[in-house]
């Protein structure tokens, strides 16, 4: 079973950064889709940046590309998300997924929550 454990939540003004974190525990084997999806209060979860490890390539949302950086360490297999440039409309619960395939979703953490504040 994989468990993935998110941190780095908070709460910051508009034009401020956060770093969120999440740890993956488990067997997730070498060739995997890690990524951030949110969701705000009475909307649809949304990706927000993903890593796809068989190709090694990234997937931003075009709402948070140029503010957003998706950072892995495979080692650790712990992935972050910078944020930059945070905007009132960046409000939501922030989830790390992993899955397999085109798909992140097969795993979910908890969720850590970023509000900004205008």
């Known amino acids: 079973q994989v468990q993935l454990v998110e941190s780095g939540g ?11 974190s999440c740890a ?3 067997y997730i084997g070498s060739y995997y889709c890690m990524g951030w999806f949110r969701q705000a209060p009475g909307k649809e979860r949304e990706g ?4 796809y490890t068989a190709s ?15 950072l892995q360490d495979s080692a650790k297999l712990t992935m972050y998300l910078q944020m930059n440039s945070l905007e009132p409309e960046d409000t939501a619960m922030y989830y ?23």
Do not use: E, M
């Open 56 to 70: 090694n390539t990234t997937w931003y949302s075009d709402s948070v590309k140029g503010r957003f950086t998706i």
């Open 24 to 26: 993956a525990y488990g």
């Open 10 to 20: 908070g709460s910051v003004q508009a034009g401020g950064s956060l770093r969120l």
């Open 96 to 118: 790390c997924g992993l899955g397999y395939g085109s798909s992140c979703r097969k795993y979910w953490g908890q969720g850590t929550q970023v509000t900004v504040s205008s």
């Open 48 to 51: 927000v940046a993903v890593i």
